[in-house]
């Protein structure tokens, strides 16, 4: 399993990007896919998480911000970002949640993606 994200880069302070993210030659389907974001020497945070059932999960600092979507059935899933401030500024990874079957085990294999740089100028 392979993901990629696209849709980084450099924005000004209150500006707007999407991230997007996709699992070429991957058919099953993930069971929860979304994005952290990780500030050197800090640890790696929630941003956003969709699964099959429920709303999305959103980490404090992004609500109202930030919108995570999904296409029905696929494996990509999309970041809008709006309002972003320079604290915002973190490489982001996608992640992924696959869920397989052995005999009566069942086990949750974790995916990331390489990450994307955000910067956000003041």
């Known amino acids: 399993v392979r993901l990629e994200e696209t849709g980084g880069g450099l924005v000004q302070s209150g500006g707007s990007l999407r991230l997007s993210c996709s699992a070429p030659?991957?058919?099953?389907?993930?069971?929860?896919m979304g994005w952290y974001r990780q500030v050197p020497g800090y640890p790696r945070e929630l941003i956003a998480l969709v699964r099959s059932t429920g709303p999305p999960d959103y980490g404090d600092l992004v609500k109202g911000r930030f919108t995570i979507s999904r296409n029905n059935g696929e494996n990509t899933v999309h970041l809008q970002m709006d309002s972003l401030q320079p604290e915002d500024t973190a490489v982001y990874y996608c992640y992924a949640v696959l869920v397989t079957n052995k005999g009566w085990t069942r086990y949750n294999n974790d995916y990331w993606g390489q990450g994307t740089q955000v910067t956000v100028s003041s």
């Open positions: 030659g991957t058919t099953a389907r993930f069971s929860t």
